[in-house]
C-alpha cells in the first residue's frame, strides 16, 4: 500500500498514461457503438418485455 506522499505522484503518473493512450487511440467505431447500443439498450429492452409476459 502507498503512503499519502506517494499517492500523488502516481496518481498523476497513471492520469498521464491515460491520457496519452487515449489521444493516440483510435475513436469508437460503427461495430463498437452497434455492440454499445445492443448489449446496453436493445438486449434490456427485450428482457423487459420477455419478463412482463
Known amino acids: 500500500m502507498m503512503?499519502?506522499?506517494n499517492l500523488a505522484?502516481?496518481?498523476e503518473r497513471r492520469?498521464?498514461?491515460v491520457e496519452?493512450?487515449?489521444q493516440t487511440s483510435p475513436a469508437?467505431?460503427?461495430k463498437d457503438w452497434?455492440?454499445?447500443f445492443?448489449?446496453?439498450v436493445l438486449l434490456?429492452?427485450?428482457?423487459?418485455?420477455?419478463?412482463?409476459m
Not at 434490456?44 to 412482463?52: H, N, Y
Open 3 to 5: 503512503s499519502n506522499s
Open 38 to 40: 445492443v448489449s446496453g
Open 20 to 22: 496519452r493512450e487515449a
Open 44 to 52: 434490456p429492452a427485450l428482457l423487459l418485455i420477455w419478463g412482463w
Open 34 to 36: 452497434l455492440f454499445l
Open 28 to 30: 469508437l467505431g460503427a
Open 9 to 11: 505522484p502516481e496518481l
Open 15 to 17: 492520469l498521464e498514461q
